[in-house]
């Protein structure tokens, strides 16, 4: 049996390094699955295949290999918006839970972070973590991220585009972003990344 972490939660509010230090902790294999969505946007997008093809995007989403997503490759802006506009496609959403929840199995434990993980993947997972933070706090994140590896940004475009995803994420009708009734809230806007661990770190413990 595997333990799972289900960790969901809106775009840069930190749901991603709490992820990787938890699996770094416990041993656990960890799996992003905005990945999944990502991966399928770019071979769409590489192919030069249209992106509201809800067949196409099942066939494609069927063939993502999960053991070689590298957000190094997939953390372009227009393939973030593609991927939210893929995800909200029920053949796609489908394929790509099928192949979380086998990853969701692998022992002794896993870290899934998403939006859905908690309410749709692994709605029987002990511990469910729902990040968030302010949108400001969020895309102010996103922007130094983005200066610090060299690139320009407009603080208000980009603020924008938290807003945007945000929308689109939580409006729409299949796996909506929320959390679920029996996960624990962490609001990181004022907490450090050693901050949010430690809490996470006292929930898991208890559910060990
Ligand atoms: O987290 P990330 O920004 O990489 O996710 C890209 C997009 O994939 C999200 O905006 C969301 O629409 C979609 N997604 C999803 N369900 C997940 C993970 C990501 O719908 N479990």
Do not use: N, W
Not at 123 to 136: D, Q, R
Not at 145 to 159: C, L
């Amino acid at each position: 049996m595997s333990f799972v972490v289900a960790i969901d939660g809106p775009a840069a509010a930190g749901k991603g390094t709490l992820a990787r230090r938890i699996a770094e902790a416990y041993g656990f294999h960890h799996l992003d699955t905005g990945l999944t969505y990502r991966a399928t946007a770019k071979a769409l997008l590489d192919a030069g295949l249209p992106l509201d093809d809800e067949g196409v995007a099942e066939e494609v989403a069927r063939d993502i290999d999960l053991s070689g997503l590298d957000r190094a490759v997939l953390a372009r802006h227009e393939i973030g918006e593609a991927a939210s506009k893929v995800a909200v496609m029920t053949p796609v959403r489908r394929a790509l839970v099928e192949a979380q929840r086998r990853f969701a199995a692998k022992a002794p434990g896993t870290v899934l972070d998403g939006r859905d993980i908690g309410t749709v993947v692994c709605p029987a997972a002990p511990v469910k973590l729902y990040v968030t933070a302010s949108p400001e706090v969020r895309a102010r994140r996103r922007y130094d991220e983005i200066v610090a590896g060299g690139g320009t940004a407009d603080y208000a475009a980009v603020f924008a585009d938290v807003k945007t995803r945000d929308a689109r994420d939580m409006g729409r009708a299949d796996s909506p972003l929320r959390p679920a009734a029996d996960a624990h809230l962490l609001d990181t806007s004022e907490m450090s990344i050693e901050a949010a661990f430690s809490a996470a770190k006292s929930i898991i413990d208890a559910a060990l």
